[in-house]
């Protein structure tokens, strides 16, 4: 359990399994409201019925730890973190599926869920994340930024897609 500010409900981070229904649920708004919303281009097939569903249960496949944060038992963040595609950089685990709902937005859910995701990848060996985000997130790459995270080469998939932007952070 994590508070941002004096007298503000606490937040609570929990580790849930991939099928989670709050943290199905979280990833599906993602997709509707972020990956769909801004890049219906390169998202756009997975609206079509069942695709979403197929898509997230074999991303969940490659998933090690799922997240998901509540305040006052709503949910209102979910982070992941997965072993990433062949051609990957070495030894690294891949941030995945970073989302915290519009209202609970610059209130600390996402530094608790990088931290938390950190941690996890520490116990596990880890000494490289990775992660990709879209230039159509500036508020993302700048969190991840604040976090230690720098610009890095794309890997796959993210090297096939002419816009994305990859970034990575060294754990001591």
Not at 23 to 48: I, K, Q, S, V, W
Request: include cysteine.
């Amino acid at each position: 359990m994590t508070s941002n500010a004096r007298g503000a409900v606490p937040l609570v981070l929990t580790s849930v399994p991939w099928a989670d229904p709050a943290g199905t649920a979280l990833r599906r708004e993602m997709f509707e409201r972020t990956n769909l919303a801004l890049y219906p281009d390169g998202f756009g097939h997975l609206a079509a019925p069942g695709a979403w569903e197929a898509d997230d249960t074999a991303l969940g496949l490659t998933c090690v730890v799922s997240l998901v944060v509540t305040r006052g038992g709503a949910p209102v963040g979910h982070a992941a973190l997965r072993t990433p595609d062949d051609g990957a950089p070495a030894g690294a685990l891949e941030v995945s599926k970073v989302y915290v709902r519009a209202e609970a937005r610059r209130t600390g859910v996402a530094s608790a869920l990088l931290v938390a995701l950190e941690d996890a990848a520490r116990a596990r060996g880890a000494r490289l994340l990775v992660l990709g985000t879209g230039p159509r997130q500036p508020e993302a790459a700048a969190a991840y930024v604040r976090h230690g995270y720098a610009r890095i080469d794309g890997y796959p998939p993210y090297d096939s897609y002419g816009d994305a932007l990859c970034f990575g952070k060294r754990l001591a």
